[in-house]
């Protein structure tokens, strides 16, 4: 692979952003380098002798993209840093970007997310694209809704999926079928949005705000796990709140900013 781009801001570093919870399909090499795979499409990134990091990979417009270089991050850090609990939480992860990954790689992906750990949800998606994606030489592309759909029940239980494979064969029909439409939810606004997606197998409403999140660019969303109902417990003092009401309160506090503070929010976080 040649290298496509560069970047040098203080506002990336691959790790801050690809093992802050949001992806899965990602490895870091012995080297130091990390491996970063979507739908068919892989990328390489090196740090370089500037501080900066360089892509090697044949789709450089896409993986600019996928890592949201267009977006303008000291906007973003502008807006928020003078907001609650910003100022300790934002130095953390300054390197995390949000990214715009496939919508139905991030469905499947925080389906098998929910209950479970990072290196398991890997192995299972791992599985899946090996089994079930299209060979690409050195890597597997993430399946289509029909081959996933195709699969069945059986397989996903076979894999390792646990009481999930009856949510990966169910949705994965869903979508492949035309029943629901991942389309649809591109056009509607967030809440409608994810009250639909909660219709789907498998999708509660923290999965659902994730899938927003990652895989339709919202960022008026908050995803409340363990990790911030935690901080918000500490930093708040309410111990009685719901996921639910502890979500409504902190996008009540960030606004359109809530996915970005929620993810320095996380990461500083489990990090501590």
């Given amino acids: 692979m040649e290298k496509a781009f560069s970047v040098n801001t203080p506002f990336f570093n691959p790790k801050d952003t690809l093992e802050c919870g949001q992806v899965f399909r990602y490895k870091k090499l012995e080297n130091g380098d990390y491996q970063v795979i979507s739908k068919d499409k892989i990328c390489l990134i090196k740090e370089n002798p500037s501080g900066g990091f360089d892509f090697y990979t044949k789709d450089g417009e896409y993986f600019y993209n996928y890592f949201d270089f267009q977006t303008d991050y000291q906007v973003i850090y502008d807006n928020l840093i003078n907001l609650p609990l910003m100022k300790d939480a934002i130095p953390k992860g300054m390197g995390i970007r949000i990214l715009k990954q496939d919508s139905f790689e991030a469905l499947i992906g925080f389906i098998i ?55 990966l064969a169910e949705t994965s029909r869903d979508i492949a079928t035309g029943n629901f439409s991942l389309e649809v939810i591109a056009t509607l606004p967030t809440e409608k949005a994810k009250k639909r997606l ?75």
């Fill in 113 to 167: 997310s929910a209950n479970n750990h990072i290196p398991r949800i890997k192995g299972i998606i791992e599985k899946i694209c090996e089994n079930l994606g299209e060979n690409m030489g050195d890597f597997y592309a993430f399946p289509t809704p029909i081959a996933m759909a195709k699969a069945g029940q059986e397989f996903y239980k076979s894999i390792g999926a646990g009481y999930r494979d009856r949510y």
């Fill in 198 to 272: 909660c219709q789907l197998l498998g999708v509660g409403g923290k999965v659902a705000d994730c899938i927003l999140q990652y895989g339709f660019g919202r960022s008026d969303v908050f995803p409340t796990d363990t990790w911030i109902k935690k901080m918000y417990k500490r930093a708040f003092g309410e111990n009685t709140l719901s996921g639910e009401e502890i979500r409504e309160k902190l996008v009540g506090i960030y606004g359109n900013y809530s996915g970005f503070a929620q993810q320095y929010l996380f990461y500083a976080e489990r990090e501590s």
